[in-house]
């Protein structure tokens, strides 16, 4: 079963604006943490957000912030302000604490950010 | 440089060759891991190093997938006969702790493996 789910391929957001990228995932771990990452053209993979199961508050970093809905298991990137910089692959991950597992991704959204 | 690097950065291999794969951790990193990302999708997780030790190679996806760091810092992994399923960009990430559950990875910019 998918544990992670990103159901936007493709994405295109006008300079300035803010925009959502959806993730879902699955776990029966009650401990556990959600990544998101961005890897641009060049390939390398660059930690954005990160918010652990048991926060009480939605994690943000500058720009980016995540929007944490437990009950749905969704943890959706928002992003304010997108700049041309923003254009590039985004993914989602998780890693469920218990057992000592893994980082598990997404599919990804490819972001284009349009002038 | 200080961050995670990774050579070479793109392999061009025929069917059947055996190739090699280098990662350099930034220096102090206790943790290091290997990920295969398929064109399209995201990357799936290889095998996890705490210094020398060998800890996890559950995602190695066959016994043609070999991994070493033998002194705890650069780390190899190699693919014997290579097949055309292999093609896909090998990424490296290392982190300071110990442990799966620590938070932060610095990927590297990855190796594009082309089999043909």
């Known amino acids: 079963a998918q544990k992670i789910t990103q159901t936007q391929p493709g994405m295109f957001v006008q300079e300035k604006e803010a925009v959502t990228l959806d993730c879902t995932y699955d776990?029966?771990?009650?401990?556990?943490?959600l990544f998101w990452y961005k890897q641009p053209s060049s390939g390398e993979m660059i930690f954005l957000i990160y918010q652990g199961s048991y926060d009480q508050q939605n994690a943000t970093e500058g720009r980016y912030s995540l929007n944490f809905q437990k009950a749905r298991k969704s943890a959706n990137l928002v992003i304010s302000a997108s700049q041309l910089g923003d254009s590039a692959m985004y993914f989602c991950?998780?890693?469920?604490?218990?057992?000592?597992?893994?980082?598990?991704f997404g599919k990804g959204t490819r972001l284009s950010v349009i002038a | 440089g200080a961050g995670v690097s990774q050579s070479p950065r793109y392999k061009v291999a025929k069917r059947g060759q055996d190739v090699a794969l280098r990662c350099d951790p930034i220096?102090?990193?206790?943790?290091l891991f290997w990920y295969q990302q398929a064109l399209g999708q995201g990357p799936e997780f290889l095998t996890y190093f705490q210094n020398e030790a060998q800890l996890d190679k559950s995602g190695l996806p066959s016994d043609r997938f070999f991994a070493e760091r033998p002194e705890g810092s650069v780390s190899t992994l190699k693919i014997q006969r290579t097949q055309q399923e292999d093609s896909a960009v090998y990424l490296c990430?290392?982190?300071?702790?110990?442990?799966?559950?620590?938070?932060?990875?610095?990927f590297g910019p990855g190796t594009r493996l082309t089999v043909l």
């Open positions: 220096s102090g990193h206790v943790s």
């Open positions: 991950a998780m890693r469920e604490n218990s057992g000592n597992t893994p980082l598990v």
């Open positions: 776990t029966s771990d009650p401990s556990y943490g």
């Open positions: 990430a290392s982190s300071p702790l110990g442990g799966l559950n620590y938070n932060e990875q610095f």
